[in-house]
């Protein structure tokens, strides 16, 4: 293969995707090679043959849901010690050991707030080794060995960003993605993605179209709010939809007509050019990673290979010398303190281990009892509310059985109008170890009682307070809210 050729490979629903593509200009990739074929069919000699020569130059994609992303609020620390911080994180947030997840991370400029604290944000992509090995195994075994390996909502992003270099919309942008293999958003801004989130398909298989657009539009607004709720309130600038020509027009068609964010579509087969054949959209997310994988990124998850500066000749020859150095020194070296401090460092070495595991025990422990206080708590909260209205006393404690362990209630108030109808006010707090997770579950929260079918909402949720660690005083961010419902009866429904 000739140079300036990006490759990638993509298994996923029991179908193997390649794809090979040449760079003919700064935003333009002709299409060299480009198939679809079963899991497990042997991939073409030349592609094998490209990727062995050129291995930086290829990506191989895995699912979006075997990896995930954060921006890590962290005090001010360099090398090791950053390091360190942020693969303690990534263990603390997902409850699991040190180490035993891949993280390809880099540290975000500092805003004036953050240098005046002494913090600093990072952010992290990360996914479980054993899963990354379990890719690894997959590629081996059709006789690859890539470069890089991303999920496809990184390369949505990182081709976005690569393409639109001097035309970023302004604040925050919402990429939507829509294929036959998966459906998904991307929200990020000008530094670095800030969440993603799996989109529904289309169940009716084409029957029931109208609804599926409408289910979409309500997701993608959902995920407009959550974003406004975490650090200085961002709120989305533009909505980009890209994938199936049959969707994106419509969709954003329908954007157009119920949201407020301006709506567009980005055309990602103008990028791509395959001689007189048309290139389907769901190649699209191979031939971008392709792409990428002729320019930098500061992402992989694939650990970074070591390479020899020395020949075969050299290497052995070393070898050698250094056998013969370490048998002469071995009486001096037995006798010495040198092999005591490798004793005692290795001994000390495992005892931090054994106390990280302990310590996450614990602190499993310790959230497992204050969940079971916070719903004895919550139910007598909310038996209070309804000693003196027995009739709503099911009511509330469906309501309280509906909220996430990190929802508390502050207040609820039960009020009467002129036609007589029961309002609900709703005031309570999220919180949990990130701003993410606070989010999720406010959100979670919301959509359950938009379900409820003894709830009717009449204003849309007001946001009273978010603190996301903004002082540096707290590692656990909160989200304050209000919500208003009312209370749907047969009475309500006949008038």
């Given amino acids: 293969m000739k140079k300036g050729t990006g490759f990638s490979i993509r298994v996923d629903q029991s179908e193997q995707t390649h794809a090979v593509v040449r760079k003919t ?78 993280v390809s991370w880099h540290t975000l400029p500092r805003s004036e707030m953050a240098k005046k604290y002494d913090r600093q944000q990072v952010f992290a992509l990360y996914a ?50 829509l294929g036959r293999h998966e459906n998904f958003l991307v929200v990020g801004r000008q530094d670095c993605p800030l969440l993603t989130r799996a989109l529904p398909f289309d169940l009716s298989e084409g029957h029931e179209s109208d609804q599926y657009l409408d289910q979409l539009v309500t997701e993608i607004d959902r995920s407009r709010f959550y974003v406004r709720q975490t650090e200085n309130s961002p709120e989305v600038a533009k909505i980009i939809v890209a994938g199936d020509p049959q969707l994106t027009g419509r969709l954003v068609a329908n954007l157009k007509d119920r949201s407020e964010t301006p709506a567009e579509i980005w055309d990602l087969g103008s990028y791509f ?43 052995h020859r070393l070898l050698v010398a250094t056998g013969s150095a370490a048998v002469a020194l071995l009486p001096v070296i037995l ?9 005692q460092e290795g001994y000390l070495r495992k005892a931090r281990e054994r106390l990280d595991v302990a310590r996450l025990d614990a602190q499993d422990a310790a959230e497992a009892y204050k ?46 109008d002129d036609l007589g109808k029961t309002r609900l006010l709703l005031m309570g707090e999220s919180g949990a170890p ?16 938009d379900q409820a079918p003894f709830l009717e909402t009449y204003m849309e949720p007001v946001r009273l307070e978010i603190d996301n660690d903004a002082h540096g005083t707290s590692d656990r961010p909160h989200t304050i809210f209000q919500l208003k419902y009312i209370l749907v009866t047969d009475q309500n429904r006949e008038s």
């Fill in 434 to 449: 990130t701003s993410g997770k606070a989010q999720s579950a406010f959100i979670a929260f919301q959509k359950a009682l």
């Fill in 128 to 177: 479980e080794h054993k899963e990354i090995d379990g890719q690894l195994a997959g590629a081996s075994a059709q006789a690859t060995h890539p470069g890089r390996m991303l999920p496809p909502f990184m390369i949505l992003d990182q081709f976005f960003r690569h393409t639109h270099p001097e035309g970023f919309p302004d604040g925050t942008w919402n990429l939507v993605y």
């Fill in 371 to 416: 969940k079971q206080r916070l719903q004895l708590t919550r139910q007598d909260y909310l038996t209070s509310f309804a000693a003196s209205r027995p009739d709503l006393e099911a009511v509330l404690l469906e309501i309280g059985a509906m909220a996430p362990p990190e929802v508390r209630f502050r207040d609820l108030q039960i009020t009467e």
């Fill in 273 to 315: 050019s395959w001689g007189e054949r048309e290139v389907s959209s769901e190649s699209f997310i191979p031939l971008m990673a392709a792409a990428l994988s002729l320019e930098p990124t500061p992402y992989n998850l694939l650990p970074e290979p070591k390479r020899s500066l020395l020949g075969p000749r050299a290497r």
């Fill in 25 to 102: 200009g700064p935003q333009n990739w002709d299409i060299v090679d480009l198939g679809t074929a079963r899991e497990g069919t042997p991939l073409p000699r030349a592609f094998v043959q490209g990727v062995s020569q050129n291995p930086q130059a290829s990506t191989w994609l895995i699912p979006n849901d075997l990896a995930q992303v954060g921006v890590l609020p962290l005090p001010q620390l360099k090398g090791k010690e950053l390091t360190r911080a942020v693969l303690g994180w990534v263990a603390r947030e997902e409850k699991a050991a040190v180490g035993s997840f891949a």
């Fill in 335 to 343: 006798v010495g303190s040198t092999l005591t401090a490798k004793v």
